[in-house]
């Protein structure tokens, strides 16, 4: 799947985890990978000084560790979800 870095793209990415039931935040701090998961808060923590691109990538990189339920989240959450779990 070919995602295009556009703001489009980041508002998709951060629909999905706040639908997963995660508070999602930007936040200033040495992230080692650019982000933090607090699991037992379900509260991610993406570091505040990413660009578009650089936020699109870490959401890629951290979606597959979240623990997701698709039935809880809307069609076209689901449907992204979906093709990002096929790649």
């Known amino acids: 799947m070919k995602l295009k870095f556009t703001p489009a793209t980041l508002e998709k990415?951060?629909?999905?985890?706040?639908?997963?039931?995660?508070?999602?935040?930007?936040?200033?701090?040495?992230?080692?990978s650019g982000y933090c998961i607090l699991e037992s808060k379900k509260v991610v923590v993406l570091n505040k000084f990413l660009q578009t691109e650089g936020r699109?990538?870490?959401?890629?990189?951290?979606?597959?560790?979240l623990h997701i339920i698709?039935?809880?989240?809307?069609?076209?959450?689901?449907?992204?979800y979906e093709e990002l779990a096929l790649h």
Do not use: H, M, W
């Open 13 to 32: 990415l951060e629909k999905l985890v706040t639908e997963a039931g995660y508070i999602l935040r930007y936040e200033r701090g040495t992230f080692q």
């Open 56 to 65: 699109i990538n870490t959401l890629l990189d951290l979606i597959p560790n």
């Open 70 to 80: 698709s039935d809880q989240i809307s069609i076209d959450s689901r449907k992204l």
